[in-house]
């Protein structure tokens, strides 16, 4: 049984790294928080697709097509960025079971298959992104705990009173000169949880707001990665490239390509926007055209019924004209018969 502490907060917690063994195999907490986290995620977004042009099915594909595929890259990344300790037992990449994922390896991956599916199924890219993002970041604040548990991806020896201590963790600082009845590590693996969970409420608010498609895909970049960025700074795991920090250094990267792609994106709106209103054809414009259109069309259907109005009264007074002559040319007629026929009889009497 493990143990992790937070001497200063008064907390310790009796651990263990498995949840359950089924046919004797441990099922890791960590497997099991990352299926939980990965699942809400995955429920939270087939109950809002539909506000956002997609269908249950879209989300069902999407995941079924990029869970396996993050998974592979997930393992990828950390594999190609911590050979040495694979080169000399190739066998050992596949053991996933011992650890060494990276989320940024998943990101890739499910970015990757995400614009496979759109370019396949026609759908936008951008759109998709912008509804998913946020149940992405929601998953890896929840599977940080998985690091909780395994007493790892923890930072730098400090005092501070939220400093963290485990047995794991103790081993860790007696190598390195600490003594760990003064000192615990940060625990960055809370540091990220908690930013991941604000940024996953911020991106939803601004997905109801958004100006231009792939904004909250670019808000991620630049957020997740500013924060990814600090604390990557503090971690005593991370995978090197040379003097550079793999991770921190993707972190920056991201950032910057996010805050361009933004920029880009509303500038290009604007440009849009504006060549749209002198044209009549803004979002605003177009609907102005719109009124007018409907406005005219209601004109010309009033007119073409006042004609047809105007038509039929007017065909109704010729007709009455035509009755009113023929009734008086009929009575005309027999005032004419009756004096014919009166006159001889008159006649004939007086004879």
């Given at each position: 049984?493990?143990?992790?502490?937070?001497?200063?907060?008064?907390?310790e917690f009796e651990l263990r790294r498995y949840a359950f063994s089924v046919f004797g195999i441990e099922i890791f907490w960590y497997g099991v928080i990352i299926t939980l986290g990965f699942l809400a995620a995955v429920l939270m977004a087939l109950r809002s697709c539909r506000k956002y042009d997609l269908t249950a099915d879209n989300v069902l594909d999407l995941v079924l097509y990029a869970a396996p595929v993050a998974i592979v890259f997930s393992r990828l990344y950390y594999v190609v960025f911590n050979w040495d300790q694979f080169r000399n037992n190739l066998v050992s990449i596949i053991k996933i079971r011992d650890g060494g994922l990276a989320i940024y390896g998943a990101v890739i991956g499910a970015?990757?298959?995400?614009?496979?599916?759109?370019?396949?199924?026609?759908?936008?890219?951008?759109?998709?992104?912008?509804?998913?993002?946020?149940?992405?970041?929601?998953?890896?604040?929840?599977?940080?705990?998985?690091?909780?548990?395994?007493?790892?991806?923890?930072?730098?020896?400090?005092?501070?009173?939220?400093?963290?201590?485990?047995?794991?963790?103790?081993?860790?600082?007696?190598?390195?000169?600490?003594?760990?009845?003064?000192?615990?590590?940060?625990?960055?693996?809370?540091?990220?949880?908690?930013?991941?969970?604000?940024?996953?409420?911020?991106?939803?608010?601004?997905?109801?707001?958004?100006?231009?498609?792939?904004?909250?895909?670019?808000?991620?970049?630049?957020?997740?990665?500013?924060?990814?960025?600090?604390?990557?700074?503090?971690?005593?795991?991370?995978?090197?490239?040379?003097?550079?920090?793999?991770?921190?250094?993707?972190?920056?990267?991201?950032?910057?390509?996010?805050?361009?792609?933004?920029?880009?994106?509303?500038?290009?709106?604007?440009?849009?926007?504006?060549?749209?209103?002198?044209?009549?054809?803004?979002?605003?414009?177009?609907?102005?055209?719109?009124?007018?259109?409907?406005?005219?069309?209601?004109?010309?259907?009033?007119?073409?019924?006042?004609?047809?109005?105007?038509?039929?009264?007017?065909?109704?007074?010729?007709?009455?004209?035509?009755?009113?002559?023929?009734?008086?040319?009929?009575?005309?007629?027999?005032?004419?018969?009756?004096?014919?026929?009166?006159?001889?009889?008159?006649?004939?009497?007086?004879?």
């Amino acid at each position: 049984m493990d143990f992790v502490s937070f001497p200063g907060l008064g907390l310790e917690f009796e651990l263990r790294r498995y949840a359950f063994s089924v046919f004797g195999i441990e099922i890791f907490w960590y497997g099991v928080i990352i299926t939980l986290g990965f699942l809400a995620a995955v429920l939270m977004a087939l109950r809002s697709c539909r506000k956002y042009d997609l269908t249950a099915d879209n989300v069902l594909d999407l995941v079924l097509y990029a869970a396996p595929v993050a998974i592979v890259f997930s393992r990828l990344y950390y594999v190609v960025f911590n050979w040495d300790q694979f080169r000399n037992n190739l066998v050992s990449i596949i053991k996933i079971r011992d650890g060494g994922l990276a989320i940024y390896g998943a990101v890739i991956g499910a970015l990757l298959v995400a614009w496979i599916y759109t370019r396949k199924k026609k759908i936008s890219f951008l759109n998709l992104c912008d509804f998913a993002v946020p149940y992405l970041v929601f998953g890896q604040g929840v599977g940080r705990w998985g690091n909780f548990i395994n007493q790892e991806a923890f930072g730098t020896a400090t005092q501070l009173p939220w400093r963290m201590n485990g047995n794991v963790i103790d081993g860790y600082l007696r190598r390195n000169g600490y003594n760990p009845e003064i000192f615990g590590v940060h625990p960055t693996f809370l540091y990220e949880s908690l930013l991941d969970i604000a940024i996953f409420l911020f991106l939803l608010f601004r997905r109801k707001r958004k100006k231009v498609e792939g904004e909250v895909l670019f808000l991620y970049f630049i957020l997740y990665g500013a924060a990814r960025a600090v604390i990557e700074g503090i971690r005593t795991d991370s995978l090197w490239l040379g003097s550079f920090r793999v991770s921190q250094m993707l972190s920056v990267i991201l950032v910057i390509v996010g805050i361009v792609l933004l920029l880009y994106r509303r500038a290009a709106m604007r440009k849009t926007e504006e060549e749209a209103v002198v044209l009549g054809q803004s979002r605003y414009g177009a609907l102005l055209m719109k009124m007018k259109e409907e406005e005219a069309a209601e004109a010309a259907k009033a007119e073409a019924d006042d004609t047809e109005k105007a038509g039929a009264e007017e065909a109704k007074e010729s007709t009455e004209e035509e009755q009113t002559e023929r009734t008086v040319s009929e009575e005309k007629s027999d005032e004419g018969s009756t004096a014919a026929g009166t006159i001889p009889e008159d006649d004939s009497s007086e004879a």
